[in-house]
């Protein structure tokens, strides 16, 4: 599995970096809305009655108002975001491509463009909307490939419109803008209650602004967004974990779609990718069964697989059918330090102590990974621990399946 270069491996790393720069600034605007309402409400304490209650429904009209202004700013921001990271990946992807040729070869890799539709059709178009033409381009493009599709239509371009990009949802179904904008909804609805149940209750302001927003201040743009979270209250934490959530999944997303899309479009290059996840004790079980694993173009699964997916692919290259020698083998991140870059999640899960095995896989399972990994290896023992639609088997269906 050394015909993939190392570059490959680096470059989900720098996106799950890329990912949590972006959610930063909008946990940090959504943050500062939620604390300027905090700040507002311990003002109300000297107020006589009549005056506090229109006081208090002021400041919730005006956080409600701001919430639903921070979802459409968040929703562009993503927008421009994906924008430039389909543009960025598929310009890497390319670039990629042509320096595993010899320079007298690199000519052959195409490109391709990216409409400036694209990303605004991922965050906003709802994939109901689409067309029964649309709909059956894809269709095609899935059974055949893109390359297929260009020459069916006459062209040697290959594109990643916005049509494509109205299919792409986040996990739930939800576009972005959705997501952006039943979250405002519900901070807002939460924000009240918690305030309104706090003043009938007789708690004092103070304690209400401390459940509210935790240890957060204005502007705490140094902080990450797990550092936000962890400093957040009950109007915080939560939405600052969605916030990166919805962040993250959608640029996995779109750099997968941009790689595929310039993958697909030099099958005389790579006819394969190669799902690659994450070697640590987050990683799902879905992902964990699907690392290393080699699929066609437009046959295989592709990540996001679920919210939080750190998942991405890389191209097979055919070295041999290029008659051209592969490079060495490069190295990948794990948890615990560098490995090779063929190390697949079962292969690296093998060799961590059982206590660790224990934390990721469950104590009861940990016999069946190591006595599976002696009989078929432990790439397809990870494999083995899940079920066709990847969730993982319990000890109970373990037992069942081979034995006590």
């Known amino acids: 599995m050394s015909d993939t270069p190392a570059a490959f491996y680096r470059n989900a790393i720098d996106l799950n970096r890329y990912s949590n720069s972006v959610a930063r ?131 040697g371009v290959f594109n990643l419109t916005a049509a494509q990009g109205a299919t792409i949802t986040l996990p739930n179904g939800e576009v972005v803008t959705k997501a952006f904008r039943g979250l405002a909804t519900s901070q807002a609805e939460r924000f009240s209650q918690v305030v309104r149940n706090g003043l009938l209750t007789g708690e004092p302001t103070p304690a209400i602004a401390r459940r509210l927003i935790g240890q957060l201040e204005f502007g705490q743009e140094a902080m990450t967004p797990r550092q936000l979270a962890a400093a957040g209250g009950e109007l915080t934490k939560m939405a600052n974990n969605q916030v990166r959530t919805i962040v993250r999944t959608s640029i996995n997303q779109v750099s997968n779609a941009a790689s595929q899309q310039v993958y697909e479009a030099n099958q005389d290059i790579t006819s394969k990718y190669r799902y690659v996840a994450t070697l640590d004790g987050r990683t799902s079980s879905r992902c964990r069964a699907l690392d290393g694993r080699e699929f066609r173009y437009g046959r295989g699964p592709m990540p996001p697989q679920h919210f939080n997916c750190r998942s991405t692919t890389v191209p097979v290259i055919d070295y041999k059918g290029l008659g051209i020698p592969p490079p060495p083998e490069g190295r990948r991140a794990a948890a615990g330090g560098m490995v090779p870059a063929g190390t697949t999640y079962g292969e690296w899960l093998a060799k961590q102590p059982k206590d660790q095995q224990a934390e990721i896989l469950g104590a009861g399972k940990v016999d069946y990974f190591r006595r599976l990994s002696d009989k078929y290896g432990p790439k397809d023992a990870i494999a083995k621990m899940v079920r066709d639609d990847g969730s993982e088997l319990t000890l109970a269906q373990l037992r069942k399946r081979y034995g006590s």
């Open 25 to 155: 600034r909008l946990i940090n605007a959504y943050n500062d809305i939620i604390i300027d309402a905090t700040n507002q409400l311990r003002t109300i304490d000297e107020l006589a009655a009549p005056v506090k209650a229109a006081r208090l429904r002021a400041i919730l009209a005006q956080l409600k108002a701001s919430l639903d202004g921070w979802a459409g700013d968040a929703s562009e921001v993503t927008a421009i975001e994906l924008q430039g990271i389909a543009q960025l990946q598929s310009e890497f992807v390319a670039d990629q491509l042509r320096r595993a040729l010899p320079p007298g070869e690199r000519n052959i890799v195409r490109t391709v463009e990216i409409s400036p539709q694209f990303a605004q059709a991922v965050v906003t178009t709802d994939p109901t909307q689409i067309n029964v033409v649309t709909l059956s381009d894809d269709l095609y493009r899935s059974v055949y490939g893109a390359e297929a599709l260009a020459r069916q239509a006459g062209t």
